[in-house]
């Protein structure tokens, strides 16, 4: 348990709490970094600031990639980062992003229902069985990021004949195209509220924008997808803002939608880790500029809260720290902030060495 007193509370059938939605969207960046990169993010965030979100204009990730980040986020702690014994595995990142966290297990007992939505690029961040809702999954079968199968038995059938007979048989392959957007949210949530029993936690986390770029900025699909392979060449920037353009006018409808329905709902809009144009990934990430990580590790992070806990929020708060501003809301106590730190990594291998970012 996050708060030494949370076995005081009883559960929430004794409470009014208000729902929780997060939104997690992937490798969205800042403002400042976006304008870096030729577009004027400002209108976002003016018509959110309307809707009565408080955006923090300096927040960073604490990691920059989405497993080490995400482990943050959920557990609302640091790991214990030693050179000589790397903490981080897949295989318990995997549990903690699926729901086996200080966050989720902390709302179950305050009497939530957990309503999950994952990106559907990835198996490790889709629904896995252990929330109560699963809103939608498009990859049963399977999915990574990259369109790369993480099952063993289907890379070994790839290497085959079989594989094309399987393939005209049974249709294995999944689109990699195909991902879930805050559309598909919109809709379900509007098509599945008969499930949801208050209070509940909507958790949706989308590969938006996040590569592949397959819509316009108006959110038309594009004719021909561009190959995942170029998705952070620097002539894939415009492609990257047309897909924040549409993210934008997604999440104006979403976030009407929700402050429509549910007004005293707790909102929060944030992203992972920032864009990857600049920064790569293989060399030492001790050679990577100030301004290389900079851009990796701004973020966009903003939340509606009620009147009440307005005064929590402060700006340059980082993923760490984000349920926690969201519990001392819930509980009416004190809150115990993190300090807000932010360390550079190899981006391609979990068990590496860790240098502090220093502002």
């Not at 309307?50 to 640091?78: D, H, P």
Request: net charge negative; hydrophobic share 35%.
């Amino acid at each position: 348990k996050l708060y030494s007193s949370l076995n005081d509370y009883e559960i929430a059938n004794n409470r009014n709490y208000p729902n929780i939605y997060i939104f997690i969207l992937d490798a969205y960046s800042s403002d400042k970094e976006l304008l870096h990169l030729g577009f004027d993010n400002s209108k976002i965030s003016k018509e959110l600031s309307e809707k009565g979100f408080q955006i923090s204009k300096n927040s960073k990730a604490n990691f920059l990639e989405t497993f080490r980040s995400m482990y943050t986020f959920w557990s609302m702690q640091y790991p214990e980062l030693e050179k000589s014994k790397p903490y981080f595995q897949r295989s318990s990142l995997v549990r903690i992003m699926n729901s086996e966290n200080t966050t989720i297990n902390s709302l179950k007992y305050l009497g939530y229902q957990h309503i999950k939505v994952g990106p559907n690029q990835s198996t490790y961040l889709d629904c896995s069985g252990i929330e109560d809702v699963c809103l939608f999954k498009l990859n049963n079968f399977d999915g990574t990021s990259g369109g790369i199968s993480n099952n063993i038995f289907l890379q070994i059938l790839k290497m085959t004949p079989l594989y094309n007979i399987a393939m005209s048989l049974f249709g294995l392959e999944r689109d990699v195209y195909t991902k879930a957007t805050l559309e598909k949210v919109k809709e379900e949530l509007v098509s599945q509220r008969s499930k949801f029993n208050s209070p509940y936690l909507l958790s949706v986390n989308v590969w938006q924008p996040h590569a592949p770029y397959i819509y316009n900025s108006d959110c038309t699909k594009l004719d021909k997808p561009h190959s995942y392979d170029i998705s952070w060449k620097t002539e894939m920037i415009p492609s990257y803002i047309n897909s924040t353009k549409c993210v934008n006018k997604q999440l104006n409808e979403l976030i009407d939608l929700i402050v429509k329905d549910d007004p005293d709902g707790i909102i929060l809009i944030q992203s992972d880790h920032g864009h990857n144009f600049y920064l790569d990934g293989e060399p030492k990430f001790e050679n990577w500029s100030d301004n290389e990580i900079e851009s990796r590790a701004s973020i966009y992070w903003a939340i509606r809260v009620p009147n009440r806990c307005k005064n929590i929020f402060y700006d340059g708060i980082s993923p760490v720290n984000s349920m926690r501003l969201i519990f001392a809301c819930l509980l009416d106590e004190p809150v115990s902030f993190l300090d807000d730190i932010s360390y550079a990594h190899s981006l391609n291998k979990l068990n590496s060495e860790y240098k502090l970012i220093k502002d």
